[in-house]
């Protein structure tokens, strides 16, 4: 393929879908090569060894060699296929839960009337739809299975991981009250430091208020717990135990308290102190500026000016 | 001084089977469940932005060490209102004077090292439910009252330097304090007295900054800062133990009306021990 072409059409690859990332296959066709030489080789040895013992050592290198190469070949289409098979882990929980559901409504379409696989299917939908605790739970286990995938494109898309592009294993999820938590195992290349500096657009992608990362475990810095938060709990008023051990008719003590009467501001007279106060630079200004001069002379007319101004 | 023995002894008839060494409830955590915190041998500091809900918190513990057995009380409250409700049972209410707060600390200080003291001759370590003394709780509010506004420069250095004296000795002799001030940054109070806090609640905070204060540097960057707690949801707040890491709690509420029930129950049941009794001893005495 030229590559003017995908320039052209806005860095898109004309014509195919990116199933898996330009790095991913590369290291994948790597991977697969050395799984292949690794495999035949070992695999061969093994077989011409075994076959020696039956056979002409030349006869066993052959038998060796039809062995391995099978073997080989068989390793390199694993290794060639698991980002695919990778992929298809990862819908794992999606694909079962659609092929059972789909299962069950073609099962119970071809049983059944239409009125009551309608009458049943409405039941099913209805009945969670309308109890709340029902359908809280529904929500919060499809966002548990939401959030996976939105954790996943989180790795792949801005948390640079390693060379060879390997995305952390993203274990199970559970709901909690306030969103989801998920497990995570990293791979090589990344740390909870890494993550934590990045936690708001952890958030954006999960399309969550805030997300916090703890370790899942004390001896292995690789396990993390996300804790993803998309709703606040805390809204409610707490009431306080105590109130319920006390005997309401206590009589009511209260030490009596000397109440001030000045509740306003012109309650209170303005301080006198503060004249002074005001006093003293003033008097020190001028005698900083002007009292050089005057004391020795003390002329009635320049005293009479000063006294003034204060 | 080494009278509170005896004292003590004497101090509490009869409770509602609350003790400080009970775990004290005080208030919920995300999942629903209930958070409590062993303030006897931890100390705990509050802050947050006013209105965040600091004053709850703060009268929870309050309450609970009002009701409980062989519990003193010292209130420092600059504000008055906040463990005003409380001045009948406690020990020592001080409101805006730095003086009797200077003088109360140095009572306390050589309460402390009256009972380590006693500790030692027991050759033990750590105070224990079982050794009969008071609990003594130092419970301050607006803390920066006393530290930068009341009194002179070297008064509140006197402050700070007992007040922690009293937080590094207190732990384990039961002598808990627990302080709560808006912001408690370098100016307020020390940074070598806010790091012998044990505990911490932060309630809501204005910038990331100021949740680290509370908390300690850096958990904002690790996503536990105060400042992402709604302005509306007051009693919400960011509370790190010991050791672990921050969890957001919601802290019971008591309305004013539950707070005075909640004092005038305690003051009934301490009646033989409180300084200031309402109503005549004697009819007391007879009902119970």
């Known amino acids: 393929m030229s590559k003017s072409s995908p320039r052209r059409f806005g860095g898109k690859s004309t014509g195919t879908v990116t199933v898996i990332e330009a790095k991913v296959h590369r290291s994948s066709a790597r991977n697969a090569k050395m799984a292949f030489i690794l495999t035949a080789v070992i695999v061969g040895l093994l077989a011409a060894v075994v076959a020696a013992s039956y056979w002409h050592p030349i006869v066993a290198l052959i038998v060796g060699a039809l062995i391995g190469v099978p073997t080989g070949a068989a390793a390199w289409l694993l290794v ?12 794992t929980p999606e694909t079962f ?8 409504w073609v099962q119970l379409a071809n049983h059944t009337p239409t009125v009551v696989t309608l009458l049943v299917v409405a039941l099913l939908v209805g009945v969670p739809a309308v109890i709340r605790p029902v359908r809280r739970q529904v929500i919060a286990w499809t966002w548990c299975l939401i959030v996976r995938h939105r954790l996943r494109v989180c790795f792949a898309q801005f948390i640079i991981a390693n060379q060879s592009g390997s995305l952390p294993l993203i274990l199970w999820s559970r709901p909690t009250p306030v969103g989801e938590r998920v497990w995570v195992y990293l791979r090589p290349g990344l740390s909870a430091k890494d993550l934590e500096g990045r936690l708001d657009k952890i958030a954006v992608t999960c399309h969550a208020s805030t997300v916090l990362i703890e370790r899942a475990s004390e001896n292995n810095a690789a396990y993390l717990r996300f804790d993803i938060k998309r709703r606040e709990v805390l809204t409610a008023t707490v009431g306080s135990p105590l109130v319920d051990v006390i005997d309401p008719a206590a009589p009511v003590s209260a030490s009596p308290l000397t109440v001030p009467t000045a509740l306003d501001l012109p309650d209170i ?9 005001q006093g003293k630079p003033a008097t020190k200004k001028p005698a900083t500026s002007a009292n050089g001069s005057k004391p020795a002379a003390s002329p009635s007319s320049d005293t009479d000016d000063v006294s003034d101004w204060i | 001084m080494t009278t509170t023995v005896p004292t003590s002894a004497a101090a509490v008839p009869v409770g509602p089977g609350l003790s400080m060494f009970d775990p004290l409830f005080i208030g919920i955590d995300e999942f629903g469940q209930p958070v409590y915190l062993d303030v006897i041998y931890r100390n705990i500091l509050i802050a947050g932005e006013p209105g965040g809900g600091k004053s709850g918190l703060v009268n929870n513990i309050c309450g609970h060490g009002a009701l409980s057995d062989n519990t003193r009380l010292v209130l420092l409250d600059a504000k008055l209102v906040e463990l005003g409700p409380w001045r009948d049972i406690a020990d020592a209410f001080i409101g805006p004077d730095i003086d009797e707060a200077i003088s109360v600390l140095r009572r306390l200080l050589i309460v402390a090292t009256n009972r380590y003291t006693w ?10 439910p079982g050794d009969g003394m008071s609990v003594i709780v130092t419970i301050i509010d607006e803390l920066a009252m006393f530290s930068t506004v009341l009194g002179t420069k070297q008064q509140q250095e006197e402050f700070a330097a007992l007040l922690r004296g ?3 000795l207190g ?6 304090v627990v302080a709560a001030t808006q912001r408690p940054s370098w100016d307020i109070i020390p940074a070598s007295l806010r790091d012998l806090f044990g505990y911490r609640a932060a309630f809501r905070c204005t910038s990331l900054n100021s949740s680290n204060i509370i908390l300690g540097q850096g958990w904002a960057e690790q996503g536990y800062t105060a400042s992402d707690i709604s302005p509306t949801n007051q009693g919400a707040a960011y509370l790190l133990a010991e050791g672990g890491v921050p969890r957001r ?3 019971a509420y008591l309305t004013d009306n539950d707070i005075y029930s909640i004092a005038d129950y305690a003051a009934w049941i301490r009646r033989p021990t409180t300084g200031v009794p309402a109503g005549s001893r004697t009819d007391w005495e007879i009902a119970a």
Do not use: E, H, Q, Y
């Open chain 1, 80 to 91: 060639r296929v698991w980002p695919v098979l990778r992929l298809l882990w990862w819908w």
């Open chain 1, 97 to 104: 839960l659609g092929v059972g559901l789909l299962t069950c």
């Open chain 1, 269 to 277: 007279d303005a301080p006198t102190i503060t004249l002074p106060t």
């Open chain 2, 119 to 128: 500790l030692l001759a027991n050759r033990r370590r750590k105070l224990v």
């Open chain 2, 166 to 168: 009293l937080v590094s």
């Open chain 2, 171 to 176: 732990r384990a002799c039961g002598m808990p």
């Open chain 2, 249 to 251: 709690i919601k802290a």
